[in-house]
């Protein structure tokens, strides 16, 4: 089984050169890769290259995982990752770190 590293930059390579069919397979084969201890850096690298198949399911994997909701509601990932979470997830009950008072 491939470094997931590796699989993310193939994914990255085949966006930006424009090889449809292998961005395809590479977005399948990473898709199937998401798991807890991955999650971060699978959404992350999605977001980052717009890959919206594999930002879609990481966000369908984590509305059904508990860990990562707790994790969630900890304020316990990045902002780019908590502001993505918001689309499966409440906001956090906890007051905001940053200080913003609810609207």
Known sequence: EPPLDYLLS????????????????????V????????FEQILSTAMLLDLSPVRLCALDFARGNANLLGRY????????????????FPLPSSSS??????I
Do not use: C
């Open 10 to 29: 193939a994914a990255a390579l085949a966006k930006k050169y424009q090889v449809d069919w292998l961005q395809s397979v590479m977005v399948e084969v």
């Open 31 to 38: 898709k199937k890769r998401i798991t807890e201890e991955s």
């Open 73 to 88: 509601n900890a304020h316990g990932f990045a902002q780019d990752i908590m502001l993505e979470l918001q689309a499966v």
């Open 97 to 102: 770190p940053s200080g913003y008072m609810p």
